[in-house]
């Protein structure tokens, strides 16, 4: 096991690498990076961003574009000091190589010194601090109560298998999986948090003003009052997910010969269940749980979080990306590729625990 844990840890190494210089080289070929956004601000005489970029006012910023002077060089140079265009590819870093920026890139990341986002007067481990828990609320509650919910359900549809129980527990799971999770956020919005009829759930953050002077019980209903929408808009696609996948992981077990010798030996229904099936049925189940924690973490919260004004992870990565935020776009990329991997191999011992008799060691990776 230590091996095999050893292993899957080398390989992580080429993995991150291979993940963050595809995503580096991309970003060399796409339009409108931040030197191009920081040009056209300054040629188009936007004097509060100009000061904000440059770092102080400056007279030539006033210069209107002079027409003539393309040259195959980006049209935002127009008009512009060559002084001033080089002075903001070295605030940006782009006075270097590209080869020499990935090295120093990786460099730092190793030692997750992340660098300071080029927008905002923070740093963006810090940046990425604050979002955090907005995204761990979604992405860890989801999960658990979906799954919470999922695996007791799918058992008893597997279990009651063409009952009408199973049929109409599955119209509802269908439904579920079928509408998307913003159209529900923005129902449960008009329902529920005074977009028409009633103002029950709040709209805005995590907590409510004056979180803090709260009694502790009050602060965790005051929290978990506030995560009722967005769990509930996330949580219906996972939900119907998980539960068909528990009841077809489960019927795929019981009709497999061994479940037919255990109750040729007398064993209860229960007993077979839960003492043979369930630990093979489990394994896909174990396997899914990883990728909809990410996906619940990081990229599925982004509309969630926009329509209930929670300021998480995936929107700081979406504004990141529109405004060519590249620290904070690869450091969220390195983040979140490294929390996957590391998860994947947490999903691996799961595995274990789950049936002891995987043999890790014999595996190559």
């Known amino acids: 096991m230590g091996a095999y844990i050893i292993r899957r840890l ?5 993995t991150i690498f291979g993940i963050m210089a595809v995503s580096f080289l991309i970003t060399q070929f796409a339009p409108g990076g931040p030197v191009e956004q920081a040009l056209a601000n300054l ?5 509060a961003l100009s000061e904000r970029v440059t770092g102080g006012g400056d007279e030539t910023l006033s210069q ?6 393309q040259g195959g060089q980006y049209r935002g140079r127009q008009g512009l000091p060559p002084e001033m265009v080089a002075r903001i590819e070295k605030q940006f870093g782009f006075d270097k190589p590209p080869l020499e920026r990935f090295g120093a890139m990786l460099w730092n990341y190793l030692r997750f010194d992340f660098g300071e986002s080029y927008y905002r007067d923070i740093s963006v481990i810090d940046l990425v601090r604050e979002k955090m828990p907005v995204s761990i609320s979604l992405g860890l509650w989801m999960t658990l109560i979906a799954y919470g919910i999922s695996i ?4 008893a549809k597997a279990r009651r298998d063409g009952s009408r129980f199973d049929v109409w527990t599955s119209t509802v799971v269908i439904i579920g999986y079928a509408v998307p999770g913003f159209l529900v956020a923005i129902a449960l919005v008009v329902l529920f948090a005074g977009g028409s009829f009633w103002s029950v759930f709040p709209l805005r953050g995590l907590t409510s003003p004056g979180f803090s002077s709260f009694p502790l019980w009050k602060q965790v209903l005051d929290y978990f009052w506030h995560l009722v929408l967005p769990i509930i808009s996330m949580g219906l696609g996972a939900f119907a997910t998980a539960t068909l996948l528990t009841k077809n992981s489960f019927l795929d077990e019981i009709s497999k010969q061994y479940v037919v010798t255990a109750r040729a030996k007398g064993l209860t229904e229960s007993r077979v269940l839960y003492g043979h099936v369930f630990r093979n049925a489990m394994m896909l189940i174990i396997a899914s749980f990883p990728g909809a924690f990410i996906g619940a973490f990081f990229g599925g919260s982004l509309l969630i979080e926009t329509i209930f004004s929670l300021d998480g992870l995936g929107l700081l990565g979406f504004e990141a990306i529109s405004t060519r935020d590249y ?17 994947g191999l947490i999903s691996d011992l799961a595995y274990m625990w789950v049936d002891p008799r995987l043999d890790f060691e014999s595996r190559d990776v």
């Not at 209107?64 to 002077?69: A, Y």
């Not at 904070?328 to 996957?340: D, K, P, Q």
């Open 43 to 47: 040629s188009g005489q936007n004097v």
């Open 64 to 69: 209107p574009p002079q027409s003539g002077q």
């Open 327 to 343: 620290p904070v776009v690869f450091a969220t990329l390195y983040i979140f590729s490294l929390l996957g991997l590391v998860i």
């Open 10 to 14: 080398l390989l992580m190494i080429p």
């Open 152 to 155: 007791p359900l799918g058992i």
